[in-house]
Structures are given as C-alpha cells and as structure tokens.
C-alpha cells in the first residue's frame, strides 16, 4: 500500500502521489524522521509572521524608551 510521507495517510494501490499534498507516495507508512523530511519547509519567507511580531515588539519597546526620555526632559 502506498502511504504519503508528508500527512502519513494511506491510498489504494495504483496512487503515486497524494491528493492532499501533491508530493510522490512511498511503500511503507512514513516514520517520523520521513514525516519530517517530507514537510515543507518553513519561515523561508523573509517576511514571515514571525519576523513581523519580532519587528513590531522592538518598535514598540523604541517608542516606550522614548516616550520615557520625553517625560523625564519634560520635568
Ligand atoms: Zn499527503
């Protein structure tokens, strides 16, 4: 039976290529270590979620720092 060594899902004999994935099958259910190899890559986007949040936290951490500074002149 081939399996999908991405979502671990098994198909009918004769399938060469998962539905869901679209990537090729293999002949025996995918061990973790063929799970992972077969996930897609992630965070190759240069703008990923997470670079954003991490952005965004050292903007507001800058704005802080400066509304501090400004109140402390200000007395
Ligand atoms: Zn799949």
């Given at each position: 039976m081939p399996w999908c060594p991405q979502c671990g899902a098994e198909f009918r004999k004769g399938?060469?290529?998962?539905?869901?994935?679209?990537?090729?099958?293999?002949?025996?259910?995918p061990t973790e270590e063929e799970r992972r190899a077969a996930r897609p890559q992630k965070n190759t986007r240069f703008w990923n979620r997470e670079r954003l949040m991490h952005i965004l936290r050292a903007l507001i951490a800058v704005l802080l720092a400066l509304a501090a500074?400004?109140?402390?002149?200000?007395k």
């Open positions: 399938f060469r290529e998962c539905n869901t994935c679209h990537i090729p099958l293999i002949d025996h259910p500074a400004m109140v402390l002149a200000g």
